[in-house]
């Protein structure tokens, strides 16, 4: 939960951003509820801030969002979700709320996964919404949001990196080689190939 608050509360920086990239609170606040993954909102709104077309802000969206389908495969097995619940699952599988799930003890890595990700959901729709009503008047670097939602990724991410640090390695070094000659959003597609080695092993 306390996860969920803290990276939740970055979502008024979206509503701030895109407010400025000529949101309406309305836009901003359905860009969350819908498409729900920070990084693609960003690009979204970066996008369509610098003058870009529609297309291709949705296709950069696209591509950052690609990686919560790898992260699909591997709670598939951690986090039965029969019936309409896989649809709630689907919507809230995001970076913090697979980490807590993965690296949480055995028979638990349900309840790391709800309880996350259905608190920066609802964290990030009322952030959002309180950033695109007030984003004249709210910087949230002010208040140190905007490292909010690598530094609490880290975190969890680093108790990991101990069992899989050729992978972490390997993602790095794939995505820095893809950064010069790939578009926005396609590296971290890039570097999700550094896992496939020890998928073979499997």
């Not at 992260?71 to 919507?91: H, T």
């Amino acid at each position: 939960m306390s996860l969920g608050v803290a990276v939740g509360l970055y979502g008024a920086s979206f509503g701030a951003a895109a407010s400025a990239a000529g949101f309406s609170v309305l836009q901003a606040c359905a860009t969350s509820l819908l498409v729900f993954t920070g990084a693609s909102q960003f690009a979204l709104a970066g996008v369509l801030g610098a003058g870009g077309s529609v297309a291709a802000g949705v296709a950069s969206a696209v591509l950052l969002g690609g990686r919560n389908g790898l992260y699909a495969v591997i709670l598939k097995e951690r986090v039965p979700a029969p019936g309409l619940r896989r649809v709630v699952a689907a919507q809230i599988t995001i970076d913090e709320s697979t980490a807590v799930s993965t690296t949480s003890p055995e028979g638990l890595e349900p309840v790391g996964f709800w309880w996350t990700g259905l608190t920066v959901y609802v964290m990030w729709n009322l952030s959002t919404l309180a950033g695109a009503a007030f984003a004249a008047t709210i910087d949230p670097r002010d208040i140190g949001l905007d490292g909010a939602v690598g530094a609490a990724f880290l975190g969890l991410l680093w108790p990991r990196l101990r069992e899989h640090w050729q992978v972490a390695l390997g993602g790095a070094v794939l995505a820095l080689i893809a950064i010069p000659l790939t578009p926005p959003g396609v590296p971290v597609l890039v570097a999700g190939l550094a896992v496939l080695p020890t998928l073979v092993k499997r």
